[in-house]
């Protein structure tokens, strides 16, 4: 398994806002990327992986790419409009073709990353939902990493969890600890 971490173009640093991220040339340039290191590396089967605002950016290179990426996992995703953009409210789950799975925390204490939102998601993508509970103590703001919003003490369970997804296609249970 390879992971690659992608960041905003340098033409964006400063203002990566989530309507670029929605751009056919945002889709080209992450196409572009995964091509050449698949070439690398021979690899052809991509997951996209996006967590709270990097679900937005995961959500649309996949949603541009159907032949490249199979699966989508989003995680403490954003639903809700911010100052940036608008989240996922205004997603089009029919545009992906990426098998899809939702993870989030039952107590995640961002305002835009709600659980109650992460189970309307589900239901509306009709795409399932693993629930993680457990963990901490938080420390930090309510939208940062080290709180359930990150998933702070259950980050290993969460990603090995996705890993088996990717592997087996099978859908975790809800987890506990």
């Known amino acids: 398994m390879l ?3 992608v960041d905003a173009p340098s033409d964006q640093w400063g203002t990566f806002y989530q309507r670029f991220r929605e751009s056919p040339r ?12 698949g070439r690398r590396y021979s690899v052809e089967d991509w997951t996209l992986v996006g967590t709270s605002e990097g679900s937005v950016s995961a959500f649309h290179a996949a949603r541009m790419n159907p032949g490249l990426a199979r699966r989508t996992i989003l995680t403490a995703s954003l639903f809700r409009p911010t100052r940036n953009g608008p989240g996922l409210s205004a997603a089009e789950w029919d545009d992906l073709s990426a098998e899809l799975l939702w993870v989030h925390h039952e107590d995640d204490p961002c305002a835009y990353t709600s659980y109650q939102d992460a189970q309307e998601f589900s239901r509306r993508s009709r795409k399932p939902l693993v629930t993680v509970r457990g963990g901490g103590p938080g420390r930090g703001e309510a939208c940062e990493a080290f709180t359930a919003h990150g998933f702070v003490g259950v980050e290993r369970a969460t990603v090995m969890a996705m890993r088996s997804w990717v592997k087996t296609g099978v859908v975790p249970a809800d987890m506990k600890r």
Do not use: C, P, R, T
């Open 3 to 5: 992971a690659v971490v």
């Open 26 to 37: 945002y889709g080209a340039d992450v196409e572009a990327l995964l091509k050449e290191i």
